[in-house]
């Protein structure tokens, strides 16, 4: 698995001032479908801190419900990450996107692997390419670290990281057993998949753009996971979803996390949950930076519908083994939902 060697954008912004954009880098599709832009298209708002509360409404749990079944997405709060891990993932990332791109190059992708900074599913010389970089590094388990990759700089970047790995891992390992109960499942059969499960860490950089209209930050997709929160770094908004043939615009709260479901989460509850597609485009005037944290069951599962919900009804996807899943999504280019589709039965 290995994405193709581009320039960076942010370099390549720094040298012309962005005014131009570059035919690669073209993409007239990313103003026709049209976006919403009314209040009634806000994804819904979780307060984490209730779902956990055993004394609770069953109201939270039944919303949490809904925003899975209804939306794919929403923003949780009283997520009980402390502010300074939040605050200090901020920072670093902030930090390494303002060193010299030689210091960046340090950390550079190379052939054969996807840690590092570089940019993603680029598979063909003449591919369309997002107007972004990217530094993504693989973070749970332990074995899949490759420290290579991980940035010394800006200090304590590292220490960092590895804190903000472990908060969001536990926010997903509380809130797997709620999900299944929502499902009328047993908790191990989600959090029985999640032991040992992998995590992968992208943060994104998205430059200006004087014609933001005919670029796309990220190409329309669905992701391939269980859970991806994704934290906004600075105040500039860019995550648009799908929903009935619009863009919806995500408005995150402060220091909140916006959670969707992915692909394999469709695929274990045979489409009772769905996963959504989302794009990011980018702003005229100033740089959009965001951190998504990408949640998937152990390498040792087996990606498919859970026996407990087809014990009724017919199977809509294959099953397959997980590193397979995993190579296949990552070997092509981001297309939608096309991914998915190549699972259905």
């Not at 598979?123 to 993504?136: G, I, R």
Request: charged share 25%; net charge neutral; with cysteine.
């Amino acid at each position: 698995m290995e994405s193709l060697p581009v320039p960076s954008v942010q370099a390549m912004v720094a040298a012309t001032g962005g005014a131009e954009v570059p035919s690669r880098y073209h993409r007239p599709e990313a103003s026709q479908d049209p976006v919403a832009n009314d209040i009634e298209a806000e994804i819904p708002v979780i307060d984490f801190q209730r779902l956990l509360d055993p004394d609770a409404c069953p109201e939270d749990s039944a919303r949490l419900h809904r925003a899975c079944q209804d939306w794919g997405f929403f923003q949780l709060i009283n997520h009980g990450v402390p502010s300074d891990v939040i605050k200090g993932m901020k920072a670093s990332i902030e930090g390494f996107f303002q060193l010299p791109p030689e210091t960046k190059k340090k950390v550079a992708q190379e052939r054969g692997q996807l840690d590092g900074y570089g940019h993603l599913f680029v598979v063909s010389e003449d591919q369309k390419l997002d107007w972004s970089d990217v530094l993504y590094l693989n973070t749970r388990p332990p074995y899949r670290k490759n420290l290579r990759f991980w940035p010394d700089k800006p200090d304590n970047f590292r220490l960092t990281l590895e804190k903000y790995s472990a908060a969001t891992m536990n926010i997903v390992e509380r809130l797997l057993p709620i999900i299944a109960k929502n499902l009328e499942l047993q908790p191990e059969a989600l959090t029985d998949k999640f032991i040992g499960g992998i995590q992968s860490i992208r943060m994104n950089y998205y430059p200006a753009c004087a014609k933001a209209e005919n670029v796309v930050g990220l190409a329309p997709h669905s992701d391939a996971g269980f859970l991806t929160l994704v934290l906004q770094v600075n105040q500039v908004q860019g995550l648009q979803i799908r929903r009935n043939g619009t863009w919806v615009p995500v408005k995150p709260l402060d220091s909140a996390f916006v959670v969707n479901l992915g692909d394999t989460f469709e695929i274990f509850t045979n489409g009772r949950y769905k996963s959504i597609e989302h794009r990011a485009v980018v702003n005229t005037e100033k740089e959009r930076l965001s951190i998504a944290a990408f949640h998937g069951p152990n390498m040792h599962a087996k990606i498919g519908p859970l026996k407990e919900i087809v014990a009724h009804e017919v199977e809509a996807y294959k099953t397959v083994d997980h590193e397979n899943f995993r190579r296949l999504f990552l070997s092509g280019k981001l297309v939608g939902k096309s991914f998915l589709e190549q699972m259905k039965l």
